[in-house]
C-alpha cells in the first residue's frame, strides 16, 4: 500500500471548481479591460455547462447506480455531489454580481441592456415588426397539460413557459385543458438586439428572451398570455459510445449527437420570476430536486455573452493586441525541411504564428520527392489549411494517412466533415482508435533524399488547429532526428493497427508505459537527490489528478527533491502537509491565453532532461487515450522550454498558488521584486528574438541567455 | 526476391535520384503466431538503416496444428494485415521484397490456396519457405550471437547445441567451434502440442503434454548422443521476453541468459494461469499467451536433456535475415555461396558419425574439385553443381557402414535421408544419385531413381557422377598415390596426366570402365599419362 490517506488528496471536481472560481476571478479583476471580463463570465458559464453536462451527470450515474467507485479521496458521490451544489451556487452568485457590476461600467461607456418593462413605445413598434418578420415562423409553442407527455426539452436551450388563460371562446369548447405552452428562445438567433438608437445612449440592446416573452401573447390563437418565465436544462451528455460493439464508429457518433439530446437532466436554471408553483411542477415533470435547480437573478446562460463581447468597439475595452510574431528562421528559410534537417526548433504558440506548421505541410504536399505524410487531427478548425494540403498531397499521389478523431468531445461535426472530405481525395482515413481517444499530437513527413530517406516530424502539445493557436500557449518541435522518425512512424504503425508496439527509442506513449516512464523518471530523480545535487522536477501540465504519480511525486518531496508544477486546472495533489509534501509547489496561471502546454524538466543530477508531452498527468489520459511524450535533445531547444517554465514561476500578476486545503490565493510580488506577468514576459522575449534576429544576422539567434540567479551556479 | 509494382512511382517526374542512392527493401515472415515485416534501407550487404518495424499477432499456427490446414477466417486476417504491411511498404516505395512463410504455412494442407489468395488479395507473393533455406537463414542470424556464448566448454562436451523451438517442429544444430556439423529435426512443436492437447480433450492435460514432450525430447537421444553439449542455444521469439524472467536483462543483441531454476519457477507459473492470466500478467498477445506454458514445459526438458546449467534465449529477427539474403542476390550471389563452408563442415560430422574412411574420401574430393575446375567450362557447371561433387565425393563410401556389397545403393538412401546444412531434399537427391553411380552401372533414364528427375537434372547426375567416377578411379588403391592431376585436351581425346611417383596400370584399367560415361558426355576419348612429381 502506498501510506498515503484519503485527505492527502483533494477532490477533484471540487478542484475544478476551483479552477472556475479562478477564471471567475479575472471577470472581477479591475486591471482586466472590460470586454475580457465579459468574455471571462462566457467562459465561466460554459465551463460550468460542460461540467454539469459530463461531470456532475457522472456523479448522478455513480449515486444511481449504487457505485462503489471512490477517488483516492475517498468521498461518497453524494457528498461530493453535495459540495459541488454549494460551490457552484457560490460560484453562480458571484458571477451574476460581476455581470451586475459590468453591466453600470458598459452603461457608462454608453452601452445599455434595456429589459422588457423598460421597452418604450418606438422600441416596441421597432421589436414587434422583427418579431413578426424573423422569430415567429419558426417558434414552436408546445402545449404543456395533462393531454400531452411533457414536451422533450433540448439540451442547454432556453425555454419560455407561457402560462396562458383561455379566452372565453375557448372556456365554452371542451378542448380547453392547455395551461401553458413552452416556446425555445431561438439559438440561431443572437441573443442580444440592438434596438434604434436614442439620444445619449448610443448602444442599447433588448435580449431575445424578453422580445420572445413580450410578443408571444398571439402564438396560440384563443388564449392571453398570463406570464412568461425562462428556464434552461442542462443534460447528461457524456459520450459513452461502446466502442466494442460498434461496427462504424463514424455512424455511432452520428447516432451519439442525437441521443445527446436525450440524455437525463442534471440541472435547471429557472430565471428571477418564475412561481414556485411552477417551478414545483417542472421539477416533478423533470425529475428534479431543489438541489438540481438554480434560482438564476438576471438572464439565464451567460454565454452569450461571447456575442456581446463579439459585437462592442474595442474602445469598451479590450487587450492591447500581441501580434503573434513571425519566428525568424522559419520563416526566412528557403524550405522548411530543409531547415529542419540542420538543427530541431522549438515553436511556442501563440506567441509565434502557427505558420511554419502549416508551412511545412504545404511544402511536404507540394514536393516531389515527399512520398507520406501522417498526421492525427484532434480538434481542427473548419477552414484549416492544412486539411487543404493534406487533400492536394493525396491528389498528387503521396501516401496520406489521417487520423482523425471523432470523440473529441463536443466537436464531432466539425471532424465528421473533415474526415469526409479527406476520405473522398483518397487519404487513408482512420476514424480514431477502438477504446481510445486519439489525443496525441504528431505529424510525420516520409521524403526521399539522395542519400536516402528522411523522416520529419513535427511533435506538440497543441492540436493542428489554426485557431487555438492564437488563444492556446503550446510548444512544438520540429525535427529530422532518426530515432524520432523511427519511433513516430512506428507509433503511427500502432494507432493505425498494423503492428503491436515495439520497443521505443526516445519517446514514451500511453497506453504502452507512459505512467511508468513517468514515475522512473521521478524516482530516479530520488536516487540521485544528494545534498550536493539537489533533486527538481518541475513540470506544467492542465491537470494532475493520477494518483500513482501523486503518490510518486509525494515520495519525492519526502525524500527532499524540490518538486514544482505549474497546473492550471484540477490537481488532486495537495502541497504543503507537513511530512508529505512539504517540497511541492503548485502555481496555476489564468491569464489571456489558455496555459496548454504539458512539459517537465528532471534535474537529473545535473544532466538536466526536458520532456514536452500531449498527455496531462490523469488516469484518463494515461490509461485511455494515445498519447505522446518525448524528450527535447537539442540543447538550444530544451534551454528555451525551460525558459518557459522560469517565466511561469516568476509571475506575480496572473499566478495563483495552491494551499494545503485546496485553495488558491494570488502570487503577489514581495516588496521591492519585480513584477512579472509570465504570458506578457514570454511575448515580449519573442519579440526581442525577432528583433535581434533583424539587426544581428543569423549568429545565435536562438541563443537564450539564463541569468545565474545565485552566485553558486544555481 | 520480388520487385514491386509501387516502385514505378519511384520514378515518377521530378525524383531526383541517383542510381547510388540506397535502395529501400522489405521482408515480411510470416510465422505461427505473427506476421512481421521490416522495412530498411540498404546501401549493399549488411550496410542497412531499419526504417519500420511492424509485427501483428495472428495466430496462424494454431489452425495448422490443429485442423491440418487454415481457416479461411484466418486466411481473411492474414489478408488484411498483409493489406496493411503493403500500405506500410508504398509510403516507402518499396522496391524489392521477399514475402515468406514458415512451418505454420508450409505444413497447411491448403498452403497454396493460402498463397493464392494473398496474392490475389494484396498482389504480394509469398513464398512458403524451405526448411533448409529456413536453417541457412537461422545459421547466418545466429553467427553473432555465438561471439557472445562463453568461449571454454566444460571438459568433455566440446559442443554446442541449438533447438530451434518453433510452432510445429524443433529444429537442432550441433556446433563444434563454430562449424555446424550436424542438424536434425524433432516434431516436438510448441503450437502442435497445444492444439493437440485441446482438440484430445484431455483432462490431465498438463501431464499428457509433460508426457509427450519427455517422448519428443527423448526422441531427440537418437541424434545427439554423441555429442555432449556444454552449451545449450535456445531460439524462440516468445522466451526473450524480459517481463517473464526477473532480474534478468538482455546482452547487446537482445538475448537472454537463464538458469535451470528460473525456468523451473516460470515453467510453474505459466501452467498454472490461465492464457488470458498470462496475457495480463505478462504483457502479451493472448496467441502468445496460449504458447506459453507448452513452451516453457519443451524448454524444461530440453535443460534437462542437455544438462547445462544455463542456457541462452536468443530471438531472431528473421526478416533481417531475408534481408541479408536479399542484399547478397543484389551483389549477384547467392546464399548457396555464403552458407557454402558450413554445408561442407556439416557433412564432416556426418562422415565421422558414419565411419567414413577419411583418407581416401578425402583424397577422392581433392581429386574431384580438381577435375572440376578444370572441366566446369567444358561441362557448363555451376557452383551448386561444385557444391553437390563435393558433398558426393566426400559422402560416395558411405554406404559402407551398411555393407561392401552394393555399398553405392547403400550410400544413395543414406544420403537421401541425411540432413545437411544448406542442402534441400531435392539436392540431396541429386548428390545421392551422384554418389550412387561413382561405380558399378552407368547412369541410365530406365533406373527408376534417375528416370524421374527432369532431363536437366538428369544430365547434371550425369556429368557429376562421370567426375567422380575418375576421381574414385585416381585412389583406386586407397593410397592416395597421385597427388594432383592436369590435363590436355585435343581434337578428339583429354589427355589426364597423373601427378605420382607410383605405378598407373590399375588405374588405367580401372580407367577404360569407369570413364566410359565422360567419354559418352563429352564425346572426347579419355587418356591417362603419368607424370612425376
Not at chain 1, 434596438?195 to 408571444?216: T, Y
Not at chain 2, 555432449?228 to 521476453?241: F, Q, R, S
Request: charge should be negative; proline fraction near 4%; include cysteine.
Amino acid at each position: 500500500m502506498s501510506g498515503f490517506l484519503p485527505e492527502h488528496f483533494v477532490n477533484r471536481e471540487l478542484s475544478w471548481l476551483e479552477f472556475n472560481a479562478r477564471v471567475l476571478a479575472e471577470a472581477e479583476s479591475e486591471s482586466v479591460p472590460l470586454l475580457e471580463r465579459l468574455k471571462f463570465l462566457a467562459i465561466v458559464s460554459s465551463n460550468l455547462d460542460e461540467f454539469f453536462m459530463v461531470r456532475v451527470a457522472l456523479l448522478h450515474r455513480l449515486i444511481a447506480s449504487n457505485s462503489a467507485f471512490r477517488g483516492p479521496d475517498r468521498l461518497e458521490p453524494g457528498v461530493v455531489l453535495a459540495r459541488v451544489t454549494a460551490r457552484v451556487r457560490e460560484i453562480v452568485r458571484s458571477q451574476y454580481e460581476a455581470l451586475e457590476g459590468m453591466l453600470v461600467s458598459l452603461g457608462q461607456k454608453g452601452m445599455h441592456l434595456v429589459l422588457r418593462e423598460a421597452f418604450d413605445v418606438q422600441d416596441r413598434d421597432f421589436l414587434r415588426e422583427w418579431f413578426q418578420r424573423e422569430l415567429e415562423p419558426v417558434l414552436t409553442p408546445l402545449a404543456v397539460d395533462k393531454a400531452h407527455p411533457f414536451p422533450l426539452l433540448a439540451n442547454g436551450g432556453t425555454y419560455l413557459y407561457l402560462q396562458t388563460r383561455p379566452t372565453s371562446e375557448v372556456e365554452r369548447s371542451s378542448y380547453a385543458k392547455t395551461d401553458a405552452v413552452l416556446v425555445q428562445v431561438p439559438s440561431r438567433f443572437p441573443f442580444f438586439v440592438q434596438l434604434p438608437e436614442q439620444p445619449g445612449k448610443s448602444l442599447r440592446f433588448a435580449m431575445l428572451s424578453d422580445i420572445v416573452a413580450c410578443f408571444s401573447g398571439n402564438l396560440v390563437a384563443g388564449y392571453e398570455l398570463d406570464g412568461a418565465y425562462a428556464f434552461r436544462i442542462t443534460r447528461d451528455a457524456d459520450l459513452t459510445v461502446d466502442d466494442e460493439q460498434s461496427k462504424n464508429l463514424l455512424a455511432a457518433i452520428e447516432q451519439e449527437l442525437l441521443t445527446r439530446r436525450r440524455g437525463a437532466p442534471v440541472r435547471m436554471e429557472v430565471g428571477p420570476r418564475m412561481p414556485d408553483a411552477i417551478v414545483r411542477m417542472l421539477q416533478e415533470e423533470l425529475s428534479l430536486s431543489d438541489d438540481e435547480t438554480f434560482r438564476i437573478p438576471s438572464f439565464l446562460d451567460m454565454t452569450h455573452l461571447f456575442q456581446l463581447e463579439s459585437i462592442l468597439p474595442a474602445e469598451y475595452g479590450r487587450n492591447e493586441p500581441w501580434a503573434p510574431c513571425k519566428h525568424p528562421e522559419l520563416t526566412e528559410c528557403d524550405s522548411m525541411m530543409a531547415a529542419i534537417r540542420r538543427k530541431d526548433y522549438l515553436l511556442h504558440l501563440p506567441y509565434y504564428r502557427f505558420d511554419p506548421v502549416t508551412r511545412l505541410v504545404e511544402e511536404a504536399a507540394d514536393d516531389p520527392d515527399v512520398l507520406a505524410i501522417k498526421i492525427t487531427l484532434y480538434r481542427v478548425s473548419g477552414d484549416s489549411s492544412i486539411v487543404g494540403a493534406l487533400i492536394r498531397a493525396a491528389e498528387n499521389g503521396k501516401q496520406v494517412t489521417v487520423l482523425v478523431e471523432l470523440r473529441a468531445r463536443f466537436d464531432e461535426q466539425a471532424n465528421i466533415q473533415w474526415a469526409k472530405k479527406l476520405d473522398q481525395a483518397g487519404a487513408h482515413v482512420i476514424y480514431g482508435v477502438v477504446g481510445y481517444k486519439t489525443h496525441s499530437k504528431a505529424l510525420l513527413i516520409v521524403r526521399r533524399e539522395p542519400d536516402g530517406i528522411c523522416r520529419y516530424c513535427h511533435l506538440s502539445t497543441g492540436n493542428y488547429n489554426d485557431k487555438t493557436a492564437r488563444l492556446y500557449t503550446d510548444l512544438g518541435v520540429f525535427t529530422a532526428n532518426p530515432d524520432f522518425g523511427a519511433d513516430i512512424s512506428a507509433f503511427f504503425n500502432v494507432i493505425t493497427g498494423y503492428s503491436l508496439p515495439p520497443s521505443w527509442k526516445r519517446i514514451a506513449a500511453a497506453p504502452f508505459g507512459l505512467r511508468d516512464r513517468l514515475i522512473a523518471l521521478i524516482d530516479r530523480e530520488v536516487e540521485r537527490h544528494t545534498p550536493e545535487t539537489p533533486g527538481l522536477i518541475r513540470a506544467k501540465m492542465n491537470a494532475l489528478v493520477d494518483t500513482a504519480i501523486i503518490e510518486a511525486l509525494y515520495r519525492a518531496s519526502q525524500a527532499g527533491v524540490r518538486v514544482e508544477i505549474l497546473v492550471r486546472g484540477m490537481c488532486r495533489l495537495r502541497p504543503g502537509i507537513p511530512g508529505v509534501s512539504e517540497n511541492v509547489r503548485i502555481v496555476s496561471i489564468v491569464d489571456r491565453f489558455l496555459e496548454h502546454p504539458r512539459i517537465c524538466h528532471f534535474h537529473n543530477g545535473g544532466n538536466d532532461e526536458v520532456y514536452l508531452a500531449s498527455a496531462d498527468w490523469m488516469e484518463r489520459n494515461l490509461d485511455d487515450r494515445l498519447e505522446l511524450f518525448f524528450p527535447l535533445l537539442d540543447e538550444k531547444v530544451r534551454a528555451e522550454a525551460m525558459h518557459t517554465l522560469d517565466a511561469g514561476f516568476a509571475d506575480t500578476v496572473k499566478a495563483w498558488e495552491m494551499l494545503s486545503d485546496g485553495t488558491y490565493r494570488r502570487v503577489v510580488s514581495e516588496a521591492g521584486a519585480p513584477v512579472v506577468r509570465s504570458q506578457e514576459a514570454l511575448y515580449q522575449s519573442a519579440c526581442r528574438h525577432c528583433a535581434r534576429m533583424a539587426s544581428h544576422g543569423k549568429e545565435n539567434a536562438t541563443l537564450l541567455l539564463t541569468p545565474r540567479q545565485s552566485p553558486d551556479g544555481k | 526476391m520480388k520487385s514491386t509494382s509501387t516502385s514505378k512511382k519511384a520514378v515518377r517526374e521530378g525524383a531526383s535520384l541517383s542510381s547510388s542512392s540506397p535502395k529501400v527493401i522489405a521482408a515480411i515472415d510470416i510465422g505461427a503466431t505473427s506476421v512481421r515485416m521490416e522495412i530498411a534501407e540498404t546501401s549493399g550487404y549488411g550496410n542497412r538503416r531499419v526504417l519500420d518495424r511492424l509485427v501483428h499477432p495472428i495466430a496462424l499456427g494454431a489452425d495448422t496444428f490443429r485442423f491440418g490446414a487454415v481457416r479461411s477466417e484466418t486466411i481473411r486476417s492474414l489478408c488484411q494485415v498483409l493489406q496493411n504491411f503493403q500500405h506500410a511498404m508504398g509510403e516507402y516505395e518499396v522496391s524489392h521484397y521477399r514475402a515468406v512463410g514458415t512451418s505454420a504455412l508450409r505444413e497447411a494442407t491448403n498452403v497454396e490456396v493460402i498463397v493464392d489468395r494473398i496474392r490475389h488479395e494484396t498482389s504480394l507473393d509469398v513464398q512458403s519457405l524451405d526448411p533448409v533455406e529456413e536453417g541457412r537463414l537461422t545459421y547466418l542470424l545466429l553467427k553473432p550471437h555465438f561471439e557472445m556464448l562463453p568461449r571454454v566448454r566444460p571438459v568433455g562436451k566440446p559442443f554446442l547445441t541449438v533447438f530451434d523451438i518453433g510452432g510445429g517442429s524443433t529444429e537442432i544444430m550441433v556446433l563444434k567451434g563454430r562449424n555446424l556439423i550436424l542438424t536434425g529435426s524433432s516434431r516436438l512443436g510448441t503450437s502442435r502440442l497445444t492444439y493437440q492437447l485441446m482438440t484430445e480433450a484431455i483432462s490431465a492435460t498438463q501431464q499428457h503434454m509433460d508426457s509427450m514432450v519427455t517422448n519428443f525430447v527423448g526422441a531427440m537421444d537418437e541424434l545427439l548422443h554423441d555429442y555432449p553439449a556444454g552449451e545449450c542455444l535456445i531460439i524462440n521469439t516468445l522466451l526473450v521476453n524480459p517481463k517473464l524472467w526477473d532480474g534478468v536483462s538482455p546482452n547487446e543483441l537482445g538475448s537472454l541468459r537463464v538458469n535451470r531454476a528460473d525456468i523451473a519457477a516460470l515453467g510453474v507459473q505459466a501452467r498454472r494461469m490461465a492464457p488470458d492470466a498470462i496475457a495480463e500478467r505478462f504483457d502479451m498477445p493472448i496467441v502468445d499467451a496460449e504458447l506459453l506454458a507448452p513452451t516453457i514445459t519443451s524448454l524444461e526438458h530440453i535443460a534437462a536433456y542437455v544438462d547445462t546449467p544455463e542456457v541462452q534465449l536468443v530471438s531472431l529477427d528473421f526478416p533481417s535475415g531475408l534481408m541479408l539474403e536479399m542484399e547478397t542476390e543484389m551483389q549477384g550471389s547467392t546464399l548457396t555461396d555464403l552458407f557454402y563452408q558450413q554445408t561442407l563442415s556439416s557433412v564432416s560430422g556426418i562422415m565421422e558419425k558414419y565411419r567414413v574412411e577419411t583418407a581416401h574420401a578425402e583424397h577422392v574430393r581433392r581429386m574431384s574439385m580438381r577435375l572440376f575446375d578444370l572441366f566446369s567450362e567444358l561441362l557448363d557447371l555451376t557452383t551448386e553443381d561444385r557444391l553437390f561433387l563435393e558433398v558426393a565425393s566426400m559422402l560416395h563410401d558411405i554406404g559402407r557402414f551398411i555393407c561392401d556389397r552394393d555399398h553405392h545403393k547403400h550410400s544413395a538412401y543414406i544420403i537421401r535421408w541425411l540432413e545437411v546444412a544448406g542442402l534441400s531434399e531435392e539436392a540431396l537427391d541429386l548428390v545421392a544419385l551422384v554418389a550412387r553411380y561413382h561405380r558399378k552401372a552407368r547412369p541410365r533414364s530406365t533406373h527408376a531413381d534417375l528416370g524421374r528427375l527432369s532431363s536437366q537434372n538428369r544430365m547434371r547426375v550425369i556429368k557429376l557422377a562421370s567426375l567422380l567416377r575418375i576421381a574414385d578411379a585416381l585412389d583406386r588403391t586407397h593410397k592416395q598415390m597421385v597427388s594432383d592431376v592436369r590435363i590436355e585436351i585435343h581434337d578428339d581425346s583429354v589427355e589426364l596426366l597423373a601427378v605420382t611417383a607410383g605405378d598407373i596400370d590399375i588405374i588405367v584399367a580401372v580407367l577404360k570402365q569407369k570413364g566410359a560415361v565422360f567419354e559418352e558426355v563429352t564425346g572426347l576419348k579419355l587418356l591417362l599419362r603419368k607424370v612425376a612429381p
